[in-house]
């Protein structure tokens, strides 16, 4: 009796090595259509993809698990890992510990890659037979002027979010991240360069100044904002205005859409200051082992149901003409990923700073954080 | 089996055999190798770091009239990865025109021996981060001794049977990803979280606790707690019971049974508890970001950035530094908690 | 003072599984949220079985370390623990004992950046592509998982009675022989108890993992901590349902095994 209990209770114990297994053959939403038309001359060999964690479609409830299916089509094995921030990118590319074939940097970040010449150099639109679909503001950017880099991958915007039922006026400035009325009710980002961009932007200083005096002011600002803030956060945001926790945080506006779905007290506004615009691109670093490998996949992501497959999932605005054009993208018509009229809004990109400028913010970060 | 574990830091293990044969030093190698590489030189590894700098130079090589250059040149503020390709051709005495280059890049090596790193460590932000975790982690510990004694106590008297289901239910929650609890604890500690709705519906409250110091406090209290009740329970379970009896036959109240008897006998339990909750409390980094909504930052939050940013403004050196204190604070406390301890074996822990 | 100790035992109980009932209720939501509970579902469950990307992945990925990690940690401890044993004391036991010690006492985050700085100063000495890999990760995870093996068999052989040993080789056994018919029965329970703890450290661990793990093995609690910019969905939280069931059954037949051996010796 004792025995068979035991067995059962084993048996019991295999639970979640069974259904991870399962899940080697579970259903993918096969790109059937896409059969036969990419190489398998790489088959057996491995790539490796860094990217931001939950930014890219994983097959949740039916959708196309990208990762598998490239696998299934070229034959190339994939090894998936995600960061939480360019920084921790950097970090890992930098110390040599690992070699990436795909990483997908924000702007600021790829200006730094390419500058100390740590991205492989190649020719999408003669190289990409997808590469069209890209739209052509999203081409020649700043960072990659001639595109010899980059492919972008999803953009988006720094907006301002509040609770309707607490705040009373519709903000139209970052100064609402200051009223004393919403004293405890306001959250900031817990990220040096983002909360420093939204108290530029109210103080009136460019984002991207190496003026250390310029940077002082910006903190001089946060730290005035400290005893009005409920926290410094990132992902807990998501919990705080979903719950009416917090009155008012500013995010992505992407990620409003997924706060929105489950509290539709919230709004969004792109404050009058300017807000922060960034662009996440894929790149090849330059000591990549795999780079054609990396080429198919960069190739394979923008595929037009490929790419609509990663929109729908990550809710960020798609640069890709193949998913805005698509009638069956959903957010093809959201007036906060894709305004009418951008040029209304003022959106500065990060650009990458020196070293002592980068390592004086960051100091003024700490000394703001820790400070009481 | 847990008892051993938490019994580990304070009543480690002291030698009896007399003889050592060949076999027995054989036995001992592997582990003497393997600990030998991978925890005594990351150690030495971390000095290292933190009394070194980082330097940066550029790596470039190039090809011209079929010869090839390899070339490096430190990175100086105004120069550019172009800057330096010039130079490099220019020191070569080839035309830029001519050379094809195969290889630019910036990087990095540990460079000549500095303090400025323990310097930083000194500065007024981190002072007041590695104070406040000190504080933290001190009332986290002894709230633990507070809560745990007791419950420990209970636990030593209860039923054989019950005292095994007992521990498995200490265990259990220990055994959970510690990064899911934390999320789970942030929704309970809410403004319009689990509590705060409760007391609304008594019609009490809202009271502001997550973001609080009581938050981060308890986020520690509520991981480590386990590894205070553990070991005390262990050395309670040993006491003689026969020795309770004798003393209540003695006519001792309940009071002078447990200032007199207990507690001194279940003293190495309670150094044991003490270290094994107060090191991992004060170089927490998970929880304290967490519970207290990103306000208070602790040194091993300020680590964990340092780390996270390694190559900006040398935060690998810096990260090193501010760990090498820290483990020199850890060893002394534990070496002065040891004291009070007159186990025998105590003192080789430190 | 009775009444009293079943009130600590309670509030205690209560503190100790009030988030993990959170989590539970959590994980039957219908929305996305962790926080706001519109309605019962089993959504995320079925999204579990059904795909549920990265996460099984990472599942899988952890349950394979943790497993490798905590069987050769195991075989190291075990052997070394032994050897200790025989060892007359003196500065070597002691040396030994207080290197044991470090990975016990240092912080997780101290013991993470040193092994990773060791991987990547190795690398650069082997050139090697990736500094960190599974490999560095197993390496890590067996590091801090022998010192809880030895403190788990080495009291179980100071228990262990010595002339059992010696009468069994006066009776004619080999060294060898005499061990494992003997000495080995009367550390079972240590070494098991060592190879769980083992096995549950590793599964947890996350500081560690964090700074020695590379691109091509991603474990569960490492990928969660990714998830900063992001938030966790609930399916997190049915994965974690799922193991908790999973770790009670554990314990459940761990438990189990141990009476039996109990009874057994007190029938003896």
Known sequence: MKKTLSLCLAALLLLPLVFALASCNKALVDVENLEGTYTRDLAGTTLNVYNWAEYISEGAEGTLYVTKAFEKLTGIEVNYSTYESNEVMYSKLKSDAVSYDVIIPSDYMIERLISEGMLLSFDPAAELSNYHYIDEQYKNLYFDAENKYSVPYNVGMVGLIYNTTMVKEAPDSWGALWDEAYKGKILMFNNSRDSFGIAQALVGVDLNSTDKADWDKAAAKLTEQKTLLQGYVMDEVFNKMEDGNAALAPYYAGDFLTMQEINPDLAFVYPKEGVNIFVDSMCIPANARNAEAAKLFINFMLEPEVALANAETICYASPNTGVTGNPEYSLADNEYLYPKDLSAIKTTYFRDLDPSTRKYYEDLWVTITTGN | ?350 | MKTLGRIVSFLVYFFLYAPLLVMIVFSFNAGKSTSVFSGFSLRWYGELFSGGGMLIECLRNSLLLAVLSAVIATLIGTVAAIGIYRLKKGFVSGAILTVNNIPLMNPDIVTGVSMMLLFVFAAGLFGALNATNFYTLLIAHVTFNIPYVILNVLPKLRQSDPTLYEAALDLGCTPQKAFFKVTMPQITSGILAGLLMAFTLSFDDFVISYYTSGPDFVTLPVYIYSLVKKTVKPNIYALYSIILVAILVLLIVYNAILSRSDTKKEGN
């Open chain 2, 1 to 350: 089996m847990t008892g051993a574990k938490a019994g580990a830091s304070a009543s480690v293990l002291t030698e009896k055999k007399e003889k050592t044969s060949l076999g027995a030093k054989l036995l001992n190698a592997p582990y003497l190798l393997w600990s030998a590489v991978f925890i005594v030189v990351p150690i030495l590894m971390v000095v290292f770091y933190a009394f070194s700098e980082t330097v940066g130079y550029y790596e470039i090589s190039f090809t011209a009239g079929g010869r090839e250059y390899v070339c490096e040149l430190p990175a100086a503020e105004d120069l550019t990865l172009e800057g330096a390709k010039e130079q490099a051709a220019a020191q070569a005495g080839v035309s830029l025109a001519d050379a094809t280059f195969t290889h630019a890049s910036l990087e990095y090596r540990s460079g000549g021996f500095t303090l400025a790193n323990l310097k930083e460590v000194w500065s007024p932000a981190s002072r007041r981060a590695m104070l406040l975790s000190f504080l933290y982690s001190l009332a986290a510990t002894a709230i633990s001794l507070v809560i745990a004694y007791p419950f420990a106590y209970a636990l030593s008297r209860s039923g054989a049977k019950s005292q095994r289901i007992q521990m498995l239910l200490i265990m259990l929650p220990m055994w959970m990803n510690m990064l899911v609890r934390t999320y789970s604890w942030q929704q309970i500690l809410e403004n319009n979280g689990v509590i705060n709705k409760a007391l609304a519906f008594l019609g009490l409250g809202p009271a502001t606790m997550l973001g609080t110091s009581g938050a981060v406090i308890l986020g520690m209290v509520y991981n480590y707690l386990p590894y205070m009740i553990l070991p005390i329970y262990t050395v309670m379970s040993k006491i003689d019971v026969s020795l309770l009896e004798a003393a209540d036959d003695l006519g001792c109240n309940w009071l002078q049974k447990l200032w007199r008897l207990i507690l001194p006998l279940s003293v190495p339990g309670i150094i044991s508890g003490l270290i094994m909750v107060f090191v991992p409390s004060i170089s927490t980094f998970y929880i304290s970001q967490k519970m207290s909504n990103g306000m208070i930052k602790l040194v091993g939050d300020l680590i964990e950035s340092k780390i996270k940013d390694q190559w900006a403004g040398g935060g690998l050196n810096v990260g090193a530094a501010m760990s090498l204190v820290l483990m020199v604070i850890i060893l002394v406390c534990t070496f002065v908690m040891n004291r009070f301890s007159d186990d025998d074996g105590g003192g080789m822990v430190v």
